[in-house]
């Protein structure tokens, strides 16, 4: 999984259409927004569903970390395939999101989450300071043998 994370003043998407996914999800609000947090785009890629207990632990660890030394609660998690060109299938990509989701409520973050298989407009106000822009790659954890 790839993750680019932006540290925002702002951020809202505003659905446009359905994108070319086989699955996409019914909206329940054409609009998601955070107030100041962290803009995550999430791009799980081919082979991440050979663990993907592992690479949802990993990518919210690094996320939630990443909160805390900025001292944020919100967090737009959103599914981003166009980070690299070898994107997990649709189905796995969607889990995978929703896991990480998952965790970080856990971690006691308010999560947005746009819905998947959608393109968006957006509005975004993005800090200026040497964590404001963050990449990260998280890999299944290989298993013994």
């Given at each position: ?7 925002v003043d702002?951020?809202?998407?505003t659905?446009?259409?359905k994108?070319?996914?086989?699955i ?5 609000t054409?609009?998601c927004?955070i107030?100041?947090g962290?803009?995550?785009l999430?791009?799980a890629?081919?082979?991440?569903e050979?663990d ?8 919210a660890?690094?996320?939630e ?5 900025l001292?944020?609660g919100e967090v737009?998690?959103m599914p981003?395939a166009h ?5 997990a299938?649709a189905?796995d ?11 970080l409520?856990g971690a006691g ?9 959608w393109f968006?407009?957006?509005?975004m ?5 040497p964590?404001?822009r963050?990449a990260r ?5 290989p298993?013994?043998?």
């Open positions: 999984m790839r993750l680019l994370i932006f540290h702002s951020f809202a998407c659905i446009t259409r994108g070319r996914s086989p996409s999800e019914t909206p329940s054409p609009t927004q107030g100041n962290l803009l995550v999430a791009s890629e081919a082979g991440d050979a993907l207990e592992s690479v949802s632990v990993g990518a660890h690094e996320v970390d990443l909160a805390k030394q001292k944020v737009m998690l981003f980070l690299f060109a070898d994107p299938p189905p990509a969607l889990r995978l999101i929703e896991e990480v989701a998952a965790q409520r973050l308010a999560v947005e989450q746009p819905p998947f298989g968006h407009t957006w509005e106000r993005a800090k200026g300071h964590l404001a963050v790659t998280i890999r299944p954890v298993h013994a043998s």
